[in-house]
């Protein structure tokens, strides 16, 4: 078949391909197996692939792309505008087609396995430290509950285990003990795999250089460093870097319309992970900006006269997203810019 655009609708098991020729007949409609994807696909001359971002859509676009074909990635957002009427996988998989000869439509990087597998300790990294706060907060309730309230601070927990921990002590039910002993025992294997989790991801970080690159960019380390590089492989994929940072989130969300340009809410859209991650190192900056004559001191100084904290800390974390762009595209460390006092 002489197909020139195709429109894969992924799933666990059984695919949908949508296929058509250079002057847009469709010739293909086939329903194909797990089993039976590669056989089709490397019988086709080399053509474009379309397909929606899930969790499978990186490994296919590799093992697509090994055959020779040119494949894109577009998110399911995007795809959905073209879906005529009704929902089932061949027409789903139209609209795939329809959607990746677009010329403005917007596609996503392909990920290797190596960025994977580095999203995949961040991830579970993450998921690790839901669950300590989950442990924490459910030790802290049910020793309330009898009393004894911890002061805040993950620190402070250790007082509230020392008493759990301890045989000889009474100031606690025997039975209470019982309970709340395998929450802590949780808890500390919890720390031990986090850690461990974390020092993958330096090792990681140190042996990539467009992650040590951004951690040369004040209010970025290891984690959102690597976060970035491992989930951005190719900068060139957003036009500036305005469209970056609007890409993670950290934008207003507009509402404009007959020429008046109102700027709403923080858009909070895109990555939520590496948004948490850039307003987090914000915020520890904003701590010491405030007190001390640092590289563009005066800039923040002057958005917390007009501005609440946190709407400044996303102006920062705008700011960083752009740096790192920039530095990702230039291939540069970060300069220092010159010093300016208020």
């Known amino acids: 078949m002489d197909i020139t655009t195709a429109g ?7 695919f949908q391909v949508h296929g058509i020729n250079a002057a847009g007949d469709v010739i293909a409609l086939r329903r194909l197996r797990r089993s039976q994807l590669r056989e089709f696909f490397s019988d086709l001359k080399p ?9 499978t859509a990186h490994f296919w676009a590799r093992e697509l792309v090994a055959l020779g074909h040119e494949v894109k990635i577009m998110p399911p957002s ?3 505008a073209y879906v005529r009427r009704g929902k089932n996988d061949a027409v789903d998989a139209e609209a795939i087609c329809e959607a990746v000869t677009r010329p403005n439509m917007r596609f996503v990087p392909i990920k290797s396995e190596d960025q994977q597998a580095a999203l995949m300790l961040h991830k579970t990294r993450e998921l690790l430290v839901r669950q300590q706060n989950m442990l924490i907060n459910a030790l802290r309730s049910h020793m309330a509950e009898l009393g004894m309230i911890a002061p805040q601070g993950r620190g402070k927990i250790k ?13 606690i039910p025997a039975l209470a003990k019982v309970a709340l002993r395998p929450l802590v025992a949780q808890l500390r294997a919890t720390e031990e795999n986090t850690s461990v989790l974390s020092d993958e991801i330096m090792i990681w970080h140190r042996n990539n250089e467009d992650s040590r690159r951004l951690a040369t960019i004040p209010g970025i380390g290891f984690l959102t460093a690597s976060a970035i590089v491992a989930t951005v492989p190719d900068p060139s994929f957003f036009r500036s870097a305005r469209e970056f940072a609007a890409w993670l989130g950290l934008v207003p969300r507009q509402n404009s319309s007959g020429g008046k340009t109102r700027l709403g809410r923080i858009s909070k859209q895109g990555n939520r992970y590496i948004r948490r991650l850039l307003v987090t190192g914000a915020t520890a900056m904003l701590r010491y900006v405030r007190t ?9 100084n002057s958005l917390l006269e007009r501005r609440p904290p946190r709407l400044v800390t996303v102006a920062m974390a705008n700011k960083s997203a752009r740096i790192a762009w920039a530095l990702l595209m230039k291939r540069e460390t970060y300069r220092v810019p010159d010093v300016m006092t208020s």
């Not at 004559?293 to 923040?300: C, E, I, L, R």
């Open 8 to 14: 894969l609708d992924l799933a666990k098991n059984i």
């Open 47 to 55: 053509c474009l692939i379309g397909m929606e971002a899930c969790g």
């Open 78 to 80: 995007y795809v959905k």
């Open 159 to 171: 007082d509230i285990i020392a008493v759990i921990e301890d045989a000889e002590d009474e100031s």
């Open 292 to 300: 001390k004559t640092t590289p563009g001191a005066d800039w923040v």
